[in-house]
């Protein structure tokens, strides 16, 4: 398997993974839980939801995007964004975990090993030219 196809598989199990995450969090409404958070008015923090959105789309986009091209300036970006994502889902992990929903303990260190693999091979991407 070629290195641009490794890395833009690991970027689409990362868009996977945060797809999963987000349905994992909200299965048990259908079984009758109540998933209202607590102690909020029902406003949504716009903030938060455009940087969800960059996290788990906007960046995997992007990241597949820069290997359709084989120059250094894509690579870089790849490597960046790649590492951004990498940080991120091992903080998440940390602030998520524990957590009351059993599924999150799979899918939470899958996507922080998916993170790791995914900046090795792009920040060695880079280094290869």
């Known amino acids: 398997m070629t290195k641009k ?11 996977g993974g945060f797809a999963c995450h987000s349905i ?11 998933m209202a958070v607590v ?9 938060m939801i455009v940087f969800m959105m960059l996290i788990s789309f906007l960046f995997p986009a992007c990241g597949v995007l820069c290997m359709m091209w084989d120059n250094k300036e894509t ?15 091992i903080m998440h992990a940390c602030m998520e975990l524990p957590a009351e929903i059993a599924g999150q303990y799979i899918i939470m260190p899958m996507l922080i ?4 693999l995914l900046a090795w091979y792009s920040i060695k991407n880079v280094k290869e030219d």
């Open 5 to 15: 196809i490794k890395i833009s598989v690991l970027w689409l199990l990362t868009i």
């Open 24 to 34: 994992c969090d909200v299965l048990p409404m259908f079984w009758g839980k109540n």
């Open 75 to 89: 690579k870089i970006v790849n490597a960046i964004l790649a590492t951004l994502i990498a940080l991120f889902n």
């Open 39 to 47: 102690a909020t008015d029902g406003n949504v923090d716009q903030g």
């Open 113 to 116: 090993v998916i993170g790791l």
